[in-house]
């Protein structure tokens, strides 16, 4: 699967933005997906995951309430809207294919976009 994230950008403390990540190749649908970040001189991590058929989802406890994970399996899409955002939000954000959320959470995928940066600003 080739995975090719957009949306990144600048956005003040206390505002939204809707990463998107477009995926192509093997059966998408098939397929358990994740959003990481990276933040500079952090390792990366897990934020937000969803299960292929839409019946479970994930979010780390410092975004929970804030991030809603989606996709849309007909347009081979992933996203995750972030509101609320703050100047810890600020990362290199990573959509990612994976076998299973759990192992997500471990932080093992299959495959990764390329990264977008998101940077808030306080």
């Known amino acids: 699967v080739q995975l090719q994230a957009s949306g990144g950008g600048l956005v003040q403390a206390g505002g939204s933005l809707r990463l998107s990540c477009a995926a192509s190749?093997?059966?998408?649908?098939?397929?358990?997906m994740g959003w990481f970040r990276q933040a500079p001189g952090k390792e990366r991590e897990l934020v937000a995951a969803?299960?292929?058929?839409?019946?479970?989802?994930y979010y780390a406890t410092s975004v929970k309430g804030r991030f809603t994970i989606s996709r849309d399996n007909a347009k081979n899409t992933v996203y995750v809207a972030m509101n609320s955002l703050k100047p810890e939000d600020t990362a290199v954000y990573y959509c990612?294919?994976?076998?299973?959320?759990?192992?997500?959470?471990?932080?093992?995928?299959?495959?990764w976009g390329q990264g977008t940066l998101v940077t808030v600003s306080s």
């Open positions: 990612a294919v994976g076998s299973s959320i759990t192992s997500m959470r471990t932080g093992r995928a299959g495959s």
């Open positions: 190749g093997r059966t998408f649908s098939s397929y358990d």
């Open positions: 969803i299960s292929w058929n839409y019946g479970g989802t």
